[in-house]
Each structure stands twice: as structure tokens, then as C-alpha cells.
């Protein structure tokens, strides 16, 4: 008996997968998508038939956008995203329908601290770009004088460390995680 539920088990679960990729509104295929009715317009081959194929289906986007159903975002957005929402724990970009880019890799977050404050033997970092970080652990015994650069560096299970240097002397790396 538990030799035919495995295979039916695996089944179930491979059906299942390939009615969700297939299924228009959850496919993230390149030949689907709203822009899909667009390209097919450029496939016609008469030009009067070709505009009125174009006008119907941007008044169709237009409308969309203006009801907000419709946001058209580049990879340059896509970046910016990602590093505005640097250290927060947010659905994974295909769950948001954006684009994965290829040259997407866990990057590094260098930024200048504009004030650090000390609450309950623990640092509060405020960074230049507005974001502010708290240290969850690590000891602190050495802050480096001057303007400080903070190296935020991705670590497993979604933590964070955070290193500060003057270019001269660096801090000791540090658990942080991101409040702001």
C-alpha cells in the first residue's frame, strides 16, 4: 500500500504545480502577462489593423492604470526596492510579481551613520539614507572617532552583522536588525 501512495502522492503534487504555472493570472512566463496582447498587436502585418490593435489594447492598460490593476516597473525600480527595503524581512520578489534579475546576489549595504544612541547597554544606528539599525548582540568595547562608514552584510536565517570603519580603524562586527 505505501508503495502506491508515494507515486500517487508525487502525481498530485506534480498536477497541482503544473495547473498553477499554467493558470494565466499566476504564470510568471515571458509570453504571458498583460503586455502579452500589446506584443501580439506588433505581429500584425496590415498598418491599419496594427494601430487600431494597438489603440484598443493601451486604452484597455490605460484604464487598468488609472484604476491602479496595472504597474509597469523596470530593473533599475527593482533595484531601488531592494535596497530601500534592505534588512527588512518582505515577501520574496516573485511573490510581488517583479521581475528576478540575474544579476541579483546578496549584496553588501555601505552607508554613512549619522547618529548612533545608546539604550539598555544596546546601539541604535541611524544611517544617512534613513534607515536605523539596533544591535541584537556582540559587545562593543571600541567606536572609531569621526564620521563612520557601516558595512551591513547579510548573514544565514536572515540576520544581519554590522561592521563600522573611519577608514582607518574598524568596530568589531556585530548582530544588528533593521527597525526602520
Not at 504555472?21 to 496590415?46: M, Q, R, V
Amino acid at each position: 500500500m505505501s508503495n502506491l501512495k508515494s507515486p500517487f502522492i508525487i502525481l498530485t503534487v506534480l498536477t497541482g504545480c503544473t495547473l498553477i504555472l499554467l493558470h494565466p493570472k499566476l504564470s510568471f512566463a515571458k509570453d504571458s502577462g498583460p503586455l502579452l496582447d500589446i506584443y501580439t498587436c506588433a505581429k500584425i502585418s496590415e498598418d491599419a489593423k496594427r494601430l487600431a490593435c494597438f489603440d484598443e489594447k493601451i486604452a484597455v492598460l490605460k484604464v487598468k492604470d488609472d484604476k491602479k490593476e496595472f504597474v509597469a516597473i523596470d530593473a533599475e525600480a527593482v533595484q531601488e526596492l531592494k535596497r530601500e527595503s534592505f534588512g527588512f524581512s518582505l515577501p520574496s520578489l516573485p511573490k510581488l510579481a517583479l521581475p528576478s534579475l540575474s544579476k541579483d546576489k546578496r549584496e553588501n549595504l555601505e552607508v554613512k551613520i549619522t547618529k548612533m544612541v545608546k539604550r539598555n547597554r544596546r546601539y541604535i544606528f541611524t544611517m544617512e539614507n534613513g534607515q536605523v539599525w539596533e544591535q541584537t548582540s556582540g559587545d562593543i568595547r571600541y567606536i572609531p572617532k569621526g564620521d563612520l562608514i557601516a558595512t551591513i552584510k547579510p548573514k544565514s536565517m536572515g540576520s544581519f552583522m554590522l561592521s563600522a570603519s573611519n577608514g582607518k580603524n574598524k568596530m568589531p562586527s556585530i548582530r544588528v536588525r533593521r527597525i526602520q
